[in-house]
């Protein structure tokens, strides 16, 4: 079970350019070949509409995106999502080394739903040693 961060999904629409896009399509042929069950979380499109807001016609940039996310399934925000978030944030927060809450939010709903984490920005979940994070 894969969850794709916001960072492979910007590059397989190609937004990351040509050379990011070709290691997001490998990577994504690489867990259907696992048969993987691939999904992505509601924070990921969130931070993909904030994109689409900062693009040069919002309107267009929501139709791909909106095109392209109809493959996957989203991942909504559980309780158990939110007892995680309560759990690493703490902790995170006693060690003094926090992550972003954004990046706390989406690990979180991945554990919750017992997916792996499929990013370009490993570094940004490296304070969450329970969550499996797979680069590409």
Known sequence: MACL???ILIDLTGKGGARRKKAAESKLQELI???EHIVTTRFNIAELYVGIELSNDPRAEANTINEFLVSFEIL???DLAAYLYGQITARQRKTGRPS???DVLIAST???HGHSL???DAEHFQNIPELKVEKY
Request: net charge negative.
């Open 5 to 7: 961060d916001t960072t």
């Open 33 to 35: 070949d696992r048969d």
């Open 76 to 78: 909504d925000f559980s």
């Open 100 to 102: 972003g809450d954004m």
């Open 110 to 112: 991945a554990l919750a």
């Open 118 to 120: 499929i990013t370009r």
